[in-house]
């Protein structure tokens, strides 16, 4: 069974339903390797140096933030990488997650962004 699109914005929200792309079985994988840290849904799997996770799906390594914008919001073009609006590396709450180009992304760097109004604090 797939799981049906809910993207997740609230600490405690549950990550169960995936863009119906996701089994149960690999869904809940990912669900195992989360945990609320404040408004930010945090990797807690295998992570390198800078702090960004990897899951492993299909036989394929993601990028842990990458699949869960893959799977909550949708495609990445190739031209484009995921910015993470909190600067956290670890979180993987697609509320946080935005595409950008990757010259603007590498340009902002971890300096501050400008949160949309309605951004979570």
């Not at 690999?26 to 930010?40: S, V």
């Not at 849904?41 to 799906?57: E, I």
Request: with cysteine; aromatic share 10%; net charge positive.
């Amino acid at each position: 069974m797939k799981r049906k699109a809910r993207i997740v914005i609230k600490p405690g929200a549950s990550t169960q339903c995936l863009r119906g792309i996701v089994s149960n079985k690999d869904g809940d994988r990912f669900d195992k390797m989360t945990a609320w840290d404040g408004q930010c849904l945090v990797w807690k799997g295998h992570r390198d140096k800078k702090g960004y996770g990897q899951f492993k799906y299909k036989g394929r390594a993601w990028w842990s933030h990458r699949f869960a914008y893959a799977a909550f919001v949708g495609s990445i073009p190739e031209d484009m990488t995921i910015d993470h609006i909190c600067c956290n590396p670890s979180c993987v709450n697609p509320a946080h997650l935005r595409l950008m180009c990757r010259s603007d992304n590498t340009a902002l760097g971890n300096v501050a962004r400008d949160l949309p109004e309605d951004f979570p604090v």
